[in-house]
């Protein structure tokens, strides 16, 4: 069974006329008549009752003739949707994510994405920011996200917002730190971070910043890790405001003064200069400007 063969029965039907219904099809009539005889093989089904001033369908053909309309307009739904994908962007991206997702609005942004541009394929790979800066440089990554003040004049920066950051502690230091001043604190024990993570230069600046140089607990790369080992007691570190206070509310942490927000950091989509004037680029960032509300 062909679409053609389809058209003819249903344009047959319609006109009840087997000339009238060539001249629609710009068909010769016993072309017309080879197509229905072949559909009715096909079938092994009578489809049309012939009389002295044209045709009729039989009740087989009656029954047959609702879904043969709806294969025909499904075809042109195709046909039409296909059409509108003609000149689209198409390819995959590969981007690299920190943190939190929702932190980023990646959820919003790939879908704002995905409406917008059907043929872009994304792929995410999740990391710290300084992995995802050196792979973007590489450009193994097409670009990704990034916290805190890129170094490299060949990566470009699309700022989104700033992340504010608390300290947060664990609930048995809380009666010692929690109204401390700077200098108390630089008695505390601290959580160190991978020097592979942005957040290592955060928490020096913020540290040289108040002149104090606290006794370091370990490395560690990732807040979620931070947030355990606060919570299991080891020690004191820097969370993300909303991470913060969110485990605050419930009280398994503590927040030094009530949730202070001591630093900022800069949040930015970063990508190779060499893409600056990639159309891709630009899609990739058009959407995100939408999605923060930035112009």
């Given at each position: ?22 001249e629609l099809l710009h068909l ?95 792929q995410t790979t999740h990391g ?168």
């Amino acid at each position: 069974m062909e679409l053609y063969q389809l058209r003819t029965f249903v344009t047959v039907a319609q006109q009840g006329h087997l000339t009238q219904a060539a001249e629609l099809l710009h068909l010769s009539q016993p072309a017309v008549t080879a197509q229905i005889k072949a559909l009715e093989e096909q079938f092994g089904l009578a489809l049309f009752e012939r009389y002295p001033g044209g045709v009729q369908l039989t009740e087989a053909g009656k029954l047959l003739m609702p879904d043969a309309e709806q294969i025909l307009a499904q075809a042109r739904d195709l046909l039409h949707k296909a059409k509108s994908l003609q000149g689209e962007p198409t390819g995959k991206v590969r981007i690299g994510t920190i943190g939190v997702p929702a932190r980023l609005r990646l959820g919003a942004w790939l879908s704002l994405l995905r409406e917008t541009y059907p043929l872009i394929t994304v792929q995410t790979t999740h990391g710290i920011s300084v992995s995802i800066l050196n792979e973007v440089r590489k450009k193994t990554l097409d670009g990704g996200f990034y916290l805190g003040r890129n170094p490299y004049q060949n990566v470009m920066n699309l700022p989104l917002g700033e992340i504010g950051f608390c300290i947060a502690m664990p609930v048995s230091m809380a009666g010692q730190y929690q109204n401390a001043d700077w200098s108390q604190l630089g008695g505390a024990p601290w959580l160190g971070l991978s020097q592979l993570t942005s957040l290592a230069d955060i928490s020096l600046e913020l540290w040289r910043s108040h002149n104090i140089a606290p006794k370091v607990v370990g490395e560690f790369d990732e807040e979620a890790t931070l947030l355990e080992l606060i919570k299991s007691g080891v020690g004191i570190g820097i969370l993300a405001e909303r991470t913060a206070q969110r485990f605050a509310s419930d009280g398994s942490i503590v927040l030094w003064r009530s949730g202070e927000v001591v630093t900022r950091a800069p949040l930015q989509f970063i990508y190779s200069g060499d893409r600056v004037s990639d159309p891709m680029m630009h899609k990739l960032c058009a959407t995100l400007k939408t999605i923060w509300g930035l112009e």
